[in-house]
């Protein structure tokens, strides 16, 4: 590591929205930490900078275009250029962000460095030379002078289009055309349009906006469309909160529409997918009321795909109607072919009479500021990477990245994400690590990062880094439900890979440490959680965890007993629980899971049998106690028939042998399981200490304080919302395995079978088979137990299996 470089807690690539927003994130959050800005042009504000061409407006309203901890005063929803700037420069004054911003500063490279756990980048100064001689001001060049730093974490929030080039289609021809030729992103400042014929190309958002602004400035402007878009009129000012302004001021007006918009935004997009006939049926229907008479319809505004599989463009006031009723605009659709001496000439043969021509034809795609990454000196392919939760991406550590919403305002997705960020690195903190990385599941399957037709946005699928098909891999254009993930959700899966302390791998190795968990991936690809305790001489003892359940659902007075016997204690999360992996087999529907019905494709009791012997082969374990309880109990007794040589002990705790006439559970319990998943931290809580409660019984109830503390840690060990799958697909398991009785019949380990008299899920006839079906097992019933381990009842655990575990060992001497 160089001596000397300066080293900044958290670098911010790019002094724009999402820059500003996650800067006054950390302020906030993080006062103590080092972060600067890095803007590569002279000024703030990104591409509300950059763009000064007339009209410049938002596409979303300023409610939720605007900071959620900063709202929008001002009366206009649809807001200009300039009022938005404005807005960025106050934002940042306010919260001492401007102060953190370096202009003139372009970052040329990162390399990530394991073994310090922190980026080295490379960074060139830029200059700004003077405007041309048309006004236009240029974009910052190099001036090859270099300074080098370094970072525990990068945001890159350099959007994901070049500034210095915007995209511009080869039109042939252009030597004959005696006029301008202008692209928005660079808009000349002598352009007077007074007067003049301007005719714009294309139909997006800036065409949209260019074309009454330019008529108001009195040129006669045709817009050159070669696809139709969906154009809608939206009032300027919205009237509830025009009255609500009246009411609660503008302050909490600004919060209340914030809600409201974003709620009305998703609505809106949800009505265009679910029934795009009907929306388009109903924007046809609107737009005929506003265009002039005679105005075509079926040509000029008729997309050949569905509303919002493209941005809608949302008109203020209907200006752009407006522009064309006044005489002043007009509409022409066809494939431009190539330029003439007078204007632009279409496939069809019509001419365009022009003095000008705007080329509104989109963006560059650039993603990440266009800088170069790389790992430990290897060069990173971004399109071998994955997007995870829409905020890093898989295999690079300690970076993340601004991507806002398609369907909605950009600032929506970028409030959610910084809170995210900020949350991850408050966690760091806490437990002392340096580096974070997204491990995505072999194999997984991918596609575009954007779904969106845009060709911008098209044209450079193949550079931009994939998605998965399911969270936490997607990049969902859901506020509402971003808002419950990144927001109130888990912080943690186990996709999520952490590291600590200086000389340790950004990735955690196959047995690296993160806190007391340790991972390893097995011969099959499956990678688990564990966790090792009690000296390395200890007779082992390995702990299974049941149906749901984490590794640290064993109460710790019963690992610590274990410990303090002398015991070397492995406990680890099963597949589809705590941080091992989640599995891509069938999810069993309700009535499979009603029923006991196997699903086709699922995994087995035996299949998870063989990952407790993956797991002892990677701990150099020949044999090992088997302790299990519920279907810990039945993946233990699974050990125990098909891994014999692997297996000292075997402990059946709460469980049963997979025969349908025995060990059912009650109609209450089930009725519990077939309950709405928690989608959220606090629902997750709610529902585990009422479930913790109804299964210890009323001899010993569970303590609902701790139980919630417990039902916390397990949310954060990796308990995220999923709908339930996880645990569908550990039921599915158990129905796919069947009946053990006949396989149980060859254990020959000393084994003890212990049940409660009052167990509302596994029935006690599920322990008395069990021991039933072992020869020369031992039952043993504990009065007012239920399917709970109370702290009363513990002590009684504890003594009977550590004397099962220690009389092996008498009976071997």
Not at 69 to 84: L, M, N, Q
Not at 148 to 156: D, P, R, S
Not at 301 to 327: I, K, T
Not at 383 to 396: F, P, T, W
């Amino acid at each position: 590591m160089e001596t000397g470089v300066e080293h900044l807690d958290v670098l911010i690539i790019g002094a724009g929205l999402s820059g500003i927003g996650a800067a006054c994130r950390l302020r906030q959050d993080h006062p103590g930490r080092s972060v600067a800005l890095l803007e590569s042009r002279s000024r703030s504000g990104g591409t509300w900078d950059l763009f000064r061409y007339p009209g410049i407006r938002s596409d979303s309203d300023l409610y939720t275009f605007g900071y959620d901890f900063r709202p929008w005063r001002e009366e206009k929803a649809i807001a200009d250029g300039p009022g938005i700037l404005q807005y960025l420069q106050d934002t940042a004054a306010e919260y001492g962000v401007d102060s953190l911003i370096r202009y003139h500063h372009r970052v040329l490279s990162a390399d990530w460095s394991s073994r310090d756990s922190r980026w080295s980048v490379s960074v060139e100064r830029t200059r700004t030379p003077g405007p041309g001689p048309d006004g236009r001001r240029p974009e910052p060049v190099g001036t090859g002078e270099i300074l080098h730093l370094t970072a525990g974490w990068i945001f890159n929030a350099a959007g994901y289009y070049r500034y210095d080039e915007g995209y511009t289609p080869d039109i042939p021809g252009a030597e004959r055309f005696p006029g301008r030729v202008v692209h928005p992103q660079h808009w000349p400042e002598d352009l007077d349009a007074a007067g003049k014929r301007i005719a714009v190309v294309g139909s997006g958002a800036t065409a949209v906006t260019l074309v009454p602004a330019l008529a108001e400035l009195g040129a006669t402007v045709t817009m050159v469309q070669r696809t139709p878009t969906y154009i809608l009129p939206v009032p300027a000012k919205d009237p509830l909160a025009r009255r609500l302004r009246g009411v609660v001021g503008p302050e909490r007006t600004g919060r209340i529409m914030a809600e409201v918009s974003a709620r009305r935004q998703r609505a809106i997009w949800v009505f265009c997918q679910r029934w795009p006939a009907l929306a388009r049926k109903l924007i046809r229907g609107i737009q005929s009321r506003a265009v002039p008479e005679g105005f075509d319809l079926d040509v000029h505004l008729n997309p050949p795909y569905r509303p919002w599989d493209q941005r809608l463009c949302a008109v203020p006031d209907g200006d752009f109607f407006s522009a064309l009723r006044s005489g002043n605009a007009t509409v022409v659709t066809g494939r431009t072919t190539g330029f003439t001496e007078d204007g632009l000439r279409l496939a069809s043969g019509e001419d365009v009479a022009a003095d000008v021509v705007v080329t509104a034809t989109g963006f560059t795609v650039q993603i990440l500021g266009g800088m170069e990454l790389r790992l430990d000196g290897v060069p990173v392919n971004l399109a071998e990477h994955v997007a995870y939760r829409g905020v890093m991406l898989s295999g690079i550590p300690n970076m993340a990245f601004a991507i806002g919403y398609t369907n909605a305002s950009w600032t929506l997705k970028v409030g959610l994400l910084t809170r995210w960020f900020s949350r991850l690195l408050t966690r760091m903190d806490e437990h002392g690590h340096t580096a974070a990385v997204p491990v995505a599941p072999a194999g997984m399957p991918t596609r575009p990062l954007l779904d969106f037709g845009a060709g911008y946005v098209q044209r450079s699928l193949d550079s931009l880094p994939r998605q998965g098909t399911q969270a936490p891999w997607l990049m969902t254009m859901n506020f509402l439900a971003d808002r419950r993930d990144l927001q109130k959700g888990a912080l943690v899966d186990e996709h999520l890979h952490f590291s600590g302390g200086s000389g340790t791998a950004a990735g955690p190795s196959e047995d690296q440490v993160e806190d007391e968990d340790r991972f390893v991936t097995l011969e099959s690809g499956l990678r688990l959680c564990y966790r090792v305790e009690g000296p390395d001489d200890g007779e082992p003892v390995v702990l299974l965890s049941g149906l749901g359940l984490d590794l640290a659902s064993w109460p710790a007075e019963f690992v610590n007993g274990l410990v303090s016997a002398g015991y070397r204690v492995i406990r680890l999360d099963n597949r589809d629980a705590g941080r091992s992996d989640r599995m891509h087999t069938p999810t069993p529907t309700l009535l499979h899971q009603a029923l006991g019905r196997p699903t086709p494709g699922a995994y087995r009791i035996e299949d998870m049998a063989d990952d407790v012997a993956g797991l002892l082969d990677h701990l150099q374990v020949g044999r090992a106690h088997v302790v299990g309880m519920s279907l810990g109990g039945m993946i233990a007794q699974s050990v125990a028939a098909h891994h014999p040589d692997r297996v000292l002990t075997l402990t059946s705790l709460i469980s049963t042998t997979g025969a349908r006439d025995v060990g059912a559970a009650a109609f209450s319990t089930k009725r519990r399981f077939a309950a709405r998943p928690p989608r959220t931290r606090e629902e997750f809580i709610r529902a585990r200490v009422a479930m913790m409660r109804h299964l210890s019984g009323r001899t010993h109830p569970a303590d609902p304080v701790a139980e919630a503390e417990l039902a916390g840690r397990a949310w954060d060990r990796g308990a995220y919302p999923d709908g339930g799958r996880s645990r569908a697909r550990q039921l599915g398991a158990i129905n796919a395995s069947a009946d053990r009785t006949g396989a149980l019949a060859g254990i020959r380990v000393p084994t003890l079978v212990i049940h409660g008299d009052r167990d509302p899920i596994v029935h006690p006839s599920g322990g008395a088979a069990t021991a039933a079906a072992v020869p020369g097992s031992r039952l043993v019933t504990i009065p007012g137990m239920g399917h709970y381990f109370s702290p009363v009842v513990v002590p009684e655990l504890l003594r009977l299996v550590t004397g099962h575990l220690g009389a092996r060992v008498a009976d071997s001497a």
